[in-house]
């Protein structure tokens, strides 16, 4: 039995192991967050800046073309020519004149650039690019009509090498974000559910070992006080539970011990000494009675303790269930001719609480006045406006002024030298079980105790 509990707790031990953790879990939801909105950020900061450089080129390749386009001069028989300045040169780079389709000043060198601009001349304005170099044409009018065009370039690889240098800036500092982002989650969800640990930690310490211990106000956080309240209702549960169970068996044991010490002591005469048929037959019903009494026990306790967890439902009749009981306590003291019983309950008075409750809960407090009562006793039922309530009295001596909240204490016995006495558990037995079924029990005065019951 022993390796199967290491065997299982080994087992639970790998399970919780293999379990991912809140922190990790927490920190790799927020990584990943942070990624897809670095990546719209990245994205969108590379495509703006794309479309601005693609803008600046335009921009530079417009203005130069106008500056070129004003050195431009027609004639009066629409032939173009060019003005010769101080800056032609400079000017001159990357620049193409075309009268009609023939070049009149181009830049040196030729092949592809040579290829695009040729193919640009007489048209415009007009956007074309390819191999490196972006150009533009703008056309030179007289007289309404085209008579030349200007083509500038220029080269994009400086637009395009800054792109791909802040893509690459982007992308190391979106993952330089993602690796300091990632450890501030991190030591922010260890911050955070540390305090959390510590909590199941003392929760745990706590159920074990310290009922009364209990969180404090003190935590920070709205969650981790919600956090607090939770737990400490668990362990006010768990309190209720274990002192239930404690208070359950120490009632169990000491209003026991009593009937089963008159067993034994009966069986222990039986067997000593010879005795004639008429007293081992009263040696057998006092045994009989005996045990029917710890039987009785034995259901009141198991009934209060069940209806403490769970609420009793259902209904019934009070005057059929009172009259059981009364039948019951005349049938086992026939031959006892000085007690009686008055009996007055309204013919179909129901409760909403099941029978065997309700006989648990009358039972006892009809026991205790048929032990003091010295001749009668009388149940008296009725309904209220919201309540059925049943009146249980008796004759005798009535209980001590003063001690009206400690007869329903737990084994008190104001009455210890009575023959009859019991164990003291008969009243504080019934009160709980009638509260525990939305009822209660309560001492009026004398020896009258009430009864009230929900009603159907």
Excluded at 198 to 212: D, I, K, V
Aim: charged content about 20%.
């Amino acid at each position: 039995m022993r390796s199967r509990l290491l065997e299982a707790s080994v087992i639970a031990s790998s399970d919780m192991t293999r379990r991912p953790s809140l922190r990790g879990r927490v920190s790799a939801l927020g990584l990943v967050i942070i990624t897809a909105w670095l990546a719209v950020l990245t994205t969108a900061f590379n495509f703006v800046l794309a479309h601005r450089l693609a803008a600046d080129v335009d921009t530079l390749l417009r203005t130069r073309a106008a500056a070129a386009a004003a050195t431009a001069v027609v004639d009066q028989h629409g032939h173009m020519s060019i003005k010769e300045g101080s800056d032609d040169e400079a000017l001159d780079t990357g620049i193409w004149f075309y009268s009609g389709n023939r070049a009149i000043e181009r830049p040196p060198g030729g092949g592809r650039a040579q290829a695009r601009a040729d193919a640009l001349a007489g048209r415009g304005p007009e956007y074309a690019g390819g191999g490196g170099i972006r150009l533009y044409a703008i056309p030179i009018r007289s007289g309404g009509h085209q008579v030349g065009t200007v083509v500038t370039s220029v080269s994009i690889a400086p637009y395009v090498r800054t792109r791909e240098q802040a893509l690459i800036g982007s992308i190391v500092v979106a993952a330089f974000t993602l690796v300091g982002a990632y450890l501030a989650l991190r030591l922010a969800a260890t911050r955070v559910l540390r305090t959390v640990d510590a909590m199941t930690l003392q929760a745990s310490e706590w159920s074990a070992s310290a009922l009364t211990k209990r969180f404090g106000p003190e935590q920070r956080f709205h969650e981790l006080h919600i956090l607090a309240e939770t737990l400490n209702g668990v362990l006010d549960r768990l309190t209720a539970s274990v002192r239930h169970e404690r208070r359950l068996s120490a009632e169990l044991s000491h209003e026991l011990r009593t009937p089963l010490s008159l067993i034994l002591a009966e069986i222990d005469l039986l067997l000593t000494r010879e005795h004639d048929p008429a007293q081992v037959s009263a040696a057998h019903a006092q045994v009989q009675e005996t045990a029917m009494r710890m039987n009785g026990i034995l259901e009141t306790l198991l009934s209060a303790g069940r209806a403490e967890i769970v609420n009793a439902a259902g209904s019934c009749r009070v005057d059929d269930v009172v009259a059981a009981l009364v039948q019951q306590r005349i049938t086992r003291r026939a031959g006892i001719p000085h007690r009686s019983y008055t009996v007055d309950i309204p013919e179909g008075l129901t409760a909403g609480v099941e029978a065997a409750v309700v006989e648990r809960v009358l039972a006892p407090i009809i026991d205790n006045a048929d032990r003091f009562a010295t001749a009668n006793v009388a149940i008296i039922g009725r309904r209220s406006s919201d309540s059925v309530l049943v009146d249980v009295s008796d004759d005798g001596p009535g209980v001590p002024p003063g001690n009206d909240n400690a007869i329903f204490e737990p084994g008190v016995q104001l009455n210890a030298n009575h023959p009859s006495r019991g164990a003291g558990l008969g009243l504080p037995l019934a009160r709980r079980l009638a509260r525990a079924a939305a009822g209660d029990v309560s001492f009026i005065a004398g020896s009258t105790f009430q009864v009230r019951l929900p009603p159907a």
